[in-house]
């Protein structure tokens, strides 16, 4: 097969008809094989319905609806699970993505020999407040963190080699740093093409301000997760380290100070009435709590069933 588009949907009856129809029609014009993946992500419209109705039409149609809504990302999970095309494409239900970018997608993909493309939104039909300025600045951030250069990671028009969509795990609220994973998994040939964007037709967005702030939450974990999930000592044992060895010093200097004073018959000051000690005595107990935050991301890790799980590409004779 080649081609799986997954929809990953919460309550977009009215355009989904509309959809499904676009999309048909540019894999019939371009002779495409494909599959069309629904994800229902507990709808409590009739969105199941409607599915239901168009998989009797087209037999090319799959479905799977939870049984609550659990987000995004998790829709999208299950749908990479299910998917057996060649090369997979994502698409938001809300018609705002273009089913006509579907066959340069795929050519990027099976020709231009990338390992993912994503959609680049470079005219932008959303609320400029609410949407269009964040984002812009969201994007910036996280092309400082990730290192990779898309301008919009959180696009929902993406296609992908099927071995990356198997390869990765998107769970939470990762969605929007699927490129970041792909690109920690080791496919890194990643690239953007600009894409057609429009008003949502139907019904309203689900996601409001706060995904600013989870995004950003989510892009510390993975970057942190990609460094040093499978050696968590190494950070908090050298901050740790540093931070003691620190107020260590910090001490020392306040005994000697101290032992001075008394040892020269001085009028000596009392230790607790210099800043300096309650700062030491804060670094130094900061500093261990680190060092055992280390120790216990180690056991935990040791426990993890990941702990030696690494992608394979290749292999010769076994
Ligand atoms: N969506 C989903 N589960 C959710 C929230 C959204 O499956 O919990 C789907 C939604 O139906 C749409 C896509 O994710 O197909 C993108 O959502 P939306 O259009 O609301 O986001 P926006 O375009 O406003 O960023
Ligand atoms: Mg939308």
């Given at each position: 097969m080649d081609i799986s588009v997954i929809i990953p949907l919460l309550n977009e009856e009215e355009s989904l008809p509309e959809l499904h129809d676009w999309i048909v029609r540019v894999m019939q014009q371009h002779k495409y094989s494909y599959e069309i993946v629904f994800v229902d992500d507990g709808s409590k419209d009739k969105s199941w319905s409607v599915i239901e109705g168009l998989s009797q039409k087209n037999p090319n149609v799959k479905a799977i609806k939870f049984r609550r809504n659990y987000g995004k990302s998790p829709a999208l999970h299950v749908g990479f699970e299910a998917a057996e095309g060649n090369v997979i494409i994502t698409m938001d239900a809300d018609l705002q993505d273009s089913p006509d970018e579907i066959p340069e997608l795929y050519n990027m993909i099976t020709?231009?020999?990338?390992?993912l493309v994503s959609g680049w939104k470079q005219k932008r039909y959303d609320n400029a407040f609410t949407k269009n300025l964040p984002s812009k600045l969201y994007n910036w951030t996280n092309r400082k963190i990730s290192g990779i250069k898309l301008h919009d990671m959180n696009c929902g028009l993406k296609a992908y080699k099927k071995e990356v969509v198997k390869s990765i795990e998107i769970y939470g609220e990762m969605h929007r740093f699927i490129p970041v994973l792909a690109k920690n998994a080791g496919f890194d040939n990643i690239t953007e093409k600009t894409v057609q964007h429009q008003a949502r037709k139907y019904g309203t967005s689900k996601f409001g301000w706060d995904r600013f702030i989870n995004g950003f939450l989510d892009l510390l974990t993975i970057t942190f997760l990609s460094k040093f999930g499978k050696r968590p000592m190494h950070l908090f044992g050298t901050m740790g380290t540093f931070m003691f060895i620190v107020g260590f010093f910090m001490t020392i200097y306040l005994g000697v100070e101290k032992l001075y004073c008394v040892y020269n018959h001085e009028r000596a000051p009392l230790v607790a009435s210099n800043p300096l000690f309650f700062i030491a005595l804060t670094t130094m107990v900061l500093g261990t709590l680190l060092f055992l935050t280390g120790f216990v991301g180690e056991l935990i890790l040791r426990n993890s069933s990941v702990r030696n799980h690494y992608l394979l590409e290749k292999k010769v004779n076994l």
């Amino acid at each position: 097969m080649d081609i799986s588009v997954i929809i990953p949907l919460l309550n977009e009856e009215e355009s989904l008809p509309e959809l499904h129809d676009w999309i048909v029609r540019v894999m019939q014009q371009h002779k495409y094989s494909y599959e069309i993946v629904f994800v229902d992500d507990g709808s409590k419209d009739k969105s199941w319905s409607v599915i239901e109705g168009l998989s009797q039409k087209n037999p090319n149609v799959k479905a799977i609806k939870f049984r609550r809504n659990y987000g995004k990302s998790p829709a999208l999970h299950v749908g990479f699970e299910a998917a057996e095309g060649n090369v997979i494409i994502t698409m938001d239900a809300d018609l705002q993505d273009s089913p006509d970018e579907i066959p340069e997608l795929y050519n990027m993909i099976t020709q231009g020999g990338f390992d993912l493309v994503s959609g680049w939104k470079q005219k932008r039909y959303d609320n400029a407040f609410t949407k269009n300025l964040p984002s812009k600045l969201y994007n910036w951030t996280n092309r400082k963190i990730s290192g990779i250069k898309l301008h919009d990671m959180n696009c929902g028009l993406k296609a992908y080699k099927k071995e990356v969509v198997k390869s990765i795990e998107i769970y939470g609220e990762m969605h929007r740093f699927i490129p970041v994973l792909a690109k920690n998994a080791g496919f890194d040939n990643i690239t953007e093409k600009t894409v057609q964007h429009q008003a949502r037709k139907y019904g309203t967005s689900k996601f409001g301000w706060d995904r600013f702030i989870n995004g950003f939450l989510d892009l510390l974990t993975i970057t942190f997760l990609s460094k040093f999930g499978k050696r968590p000592m190494h950070l908090f044992g050298t901050m740790g380290t540093f931070m003691f060895i620190v107020g260590f010093f910090m001490t020392i200097y306040l005994g000697v100070e101290k032992l001075y004073c008394v040892y020269n018959h001085e009028r000596a000051p009392l230790v607790a009435s210099n800043p300096l000690f309650f700062i030491a005595l804060t670094t130094m107990v900061l500093g261990t709590l680190l060092f055992l935050t280390g120790f216990v991301g180690e056991l935990i890790l040791r426990n993890s069933s990941v702990r030696n799980h690494y992608l394979l590409e290749k292999k010769v004779n076994l």
